[in-house]
């Protein structure tokens, strides 16, 4: 990759291509239980730009730029109040819509409270997440509908986690189906696992093939490996414009699940994911019940602070060398790291804060990461050239993907497989759907 190329799909600051791009579209911004009524304001870095997000008394979101627009004090340091934050330093009040209510300190005379509005920007919460959008549009596109944004809370379970590097590394690794025969299941032993478990294939052959095609929404892959009785074992994964992953870990039938990474400045990504409660997990156990070695559930968080990037802090991070255990990685567990999640986390971050593309040596089982990344490229082209980015008004393209394990015969079209699995998958939403020529 030029260096050129990797800037543009890398930086996302105010005024970049991509940046501007993902502005286009209702961004996940914080947890709604994030925001306490009336309680203190909460310091938000989104696209390189520093805010505040805050919920008034009466339970109204806003958010907006952290630097009050009188004298450029932090509102971080604001009063929650009936209708608003007020600005300690003067005492003038803010509304969620940056609308200046109060400036007590000038005589009314003089008040141009009426014309003056902080920078913030439109809020709207659903199923238990703050959306937020940051675009120059007057009136912004329709919220994002993808399937497992649009699942009550109640049957959803949402996470968070901050990564310290750049949101392309934690999206492309998410995109990489071949790393979890090595980095989550390398230790284990093919005669361990429980043949009757369809996603034991990801781990009895470890050298996957692929098909890769863009879509409407984006791009995906089908990976696949042969099985008994002429058929093959799929793993289906999508990338979603803007930062979107809809990982395979899972059976495809109720395998509603996505990760968000958002970009919070150039070096830093909240981790926003979604899982149905009534799923079935990928290969997890071996066949005499047991766990395996380094997939134990580890979620263990420093509790949050009020720094900038002081949220969401897994206790295993790179200043203790992630915990890694070097006994169990040379006796038991293949990274010596213990969660899925960690193990992701430990290889994206140990690449640096952006990674220099111009250094890798990409190889077949690298044709999703390729793809992708010339999908976003000519998206930031087209969009340089006064044109929508994908999926931007047509909510419904979103809508078209899962994601997941199945098995199918081997003389069918993989295009025409998947078909078959949406058409046949649990759809509690009701919005999942296929149209042919969403895969290209």
Request: proline fraction near 6%; include cysteine.
């Amino acid at each position: 990759m030029k260096a050129e190329e990797n800037e543009l799909l890398t930086r996302v600051g105010p005024g970049t291509a991509m940046g501007n791009l993902m502005r286009e579209y209702w961004l996940p911004a914080c947890l709604a239980s994030e925001l306490e009524a009336g309680g203190s304001p909460v310091r938000l870095m989104l696209l390189g730009e520093k805010l505040v997000a805050f919920r008034t008394p009466e339970g109204e979101v806003g958010i907006m730029d952290h630097a009050c627009p009188h004298r450029c004090a932090s509102l971080f340091y604001g009063r929650n109040e009936s209708g608003g934050l007020r600005c300690v330093y003067h005492g003038w009040k803010f509304a969620p819509d940056g609308q200046c209510l109060e400036q007590p300190n000038v005589p009314e005379a003089n008040s141009f409270a009426h014309r003056l509005k902080a920078p913030a920007y439109p809020c709207i919460e659903r199923n238990g997440i703050v959306w937020t959008y940051m675009g120059k549009r007057e009136t912004p596109p329709p919220l994002t509908a993808i399937e497992a944004t649009l699942v009550p809370q109640s049957e959803i379970r949402l996470s968070c986690s901050l990564r310290n590097c750049n949101y392309l590394q934690v999206l492309e690794g998410e995109i990489d189906t071949s790393h979890f025969g090595f980095l989550h299941g390398g230790s284990v032993d093919a005669a361990d696992l429980d043949p009757k478990d369809i996603n034991s294939y990801s781990l009895l052959d470890r050298t996957p093939r692929y098909h890769v095609a863009e879509t409407g929404a984006g791009s995906m892959y089908a990976s696949y490996r042969p099985a008994p009785n002429g058929q093959l074992y799929y793993r289906v994964a999508h990338y979603l414009f803007p930062f979107y992953t809809q990982f395979p870990d899972g059976v495809f039938n109720r395998n509603i699940v996505l990760d968000a990474a958002v970009p919070m400045d150039d070096e830093h990504t909240m981790i926003f994911t979604w899982m149905f409660r009534d799923r079935e997990a990928g290969v997890r156990k071996l066949k005499d019940g047991s766990a395996i070695p380094g997939l134990e559930r580890n979620e263990d968080y420093q509790p949050n602070g009020t720094g900038w990037f002081e949220r969401w802090r897994t206790v295993a991070n790179g200043q203790n060398d992630y915990l890694i255990d070097r006994d169990a990685q040379a006796r038991r567990s293949y990274s010596g790291v213990t969660g899925v999640q960690l193990q992701d986390q430990v290889v994206v971050e140990s690449m640096g804060g952006i990674v220099d593309r111009a250094k890798e040596n990409l190889s077949v089982s690298d044709h999703m990461i390729v793809a992708t990344r010339r999908r976003i490229l000519r998206a930031l082209a087209a969009h340089d050239e006064g044109m929508r980015p994908p999926g931007v008004e047509e909510t419904q393209m979103f809508q078209q993907s899962r994601s997941g394990a199945f098995m199918a015969d081997s003389a069918t079209d993989w295009r025409e497989a998947y078909a078959e699995q949406i058409a046949s998958a649990d759809n509690p939403t009701g919005v999942l759907h296929f149209n042919k020529a969403f895969v290209r």
